[in-house]
């Protein structure tokens, strides 16, 4: 009689980088199918982005956000602030709900845009805790950097994409300049062929990239600190109409422990790019007695059986390995076989402050 094979056990990974839409676009995910999303996949900590249906720039916003979500979220959460370089004065002393402060300079979801000649006045003004993290491409990329440099804010690049993004951030990094970057699974896993194939459906941004800027990623993945899944729920019909970005908390996962099998990365490279780093550019808590329980099987994703409301995924057909069984947080089983188990707003709405 053949043995049950020996589980996978991982610790509580992090996700610095999703958005879960509520308040506002609650049709796409909420906290409760957002984060029940995330217990699925085996995160125990996400952090939300602020380009909600109405931007989440200001303190009192951002403490109307963290009500709704304190609520419904079945694991940790944090949340950022935004800003369109408008009312500095909300940077100085933010909310003591904000992680970061996030800043979008390239046209995405939400047409949520910051003017690359505000960066600096924006950079010294927040007087937040943790790092600005930024939307930004290849053509304002040098801009961050210097801004960084000059103004000794702490950087964190989201979801480099191109070599023309990750050079100058190695660089950076190896100047003493205080930079971390991210990367996706869709950027390190599909390419513009994908986009091609996928229609309205391969469409996010930073868009997916040719082979060679792919291939650059994952020859300098010891460079980037963290794997983010830049979790962007959208419906399909919203996706027909052009909406930007694709659901990731359930599939980045198995897609990197599939990754793992044919040597691509290790499982070191998983549990630090996924967990730890993570954990130390935010300053987050630990979170003891927590652990992701997984059975080692292959299987072929698929858009049937996700938590997300968006209910797809750009990486079906795909193999992934290593379905999460089950998920303790703090000594509590919250998640098992397909159905999550904690009550919403079991989760902690997590504050840097305290
Ligand atoms: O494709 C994207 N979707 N890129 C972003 O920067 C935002 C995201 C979203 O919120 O839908
Ligand atoms: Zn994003």
Redesign the pocket.
Known sequence: MNAMPEPLRLPGLVDLHV?LRDPGQTAKEDFLTGTGAALAGGFTTVLDMP?NAVPVTTSELLEAKGSVARSRIVCDTGLYLGSLGEDLAELSDPSGLAWGLKLYLNR???GYLLDAERLSDVFLAWHGRGPILV?AEADVIGTVLAASRATGRRVHVCHVSRRAELEPILAAKADGTAVTCGVTPHHLFLTEDDARRLGPFGE??PRLAPRPDVDFLWEHLDGIDVVES?H?P?TTADKEQG???FPGLETTLPLLLQAEREGQLTRADIVGKCALAPRTILGLPEQPDTVVEIEPVEFEIGSTGLLTRAGWTPFAGRPGFGRVHRVTLRGERVFEDGQVLAAPGSGRLLRPSS
């Open positions: 958005h380009n995405t979801t939400g939307h996010v941004r830049d962007a959208h909406a930007f970005g």
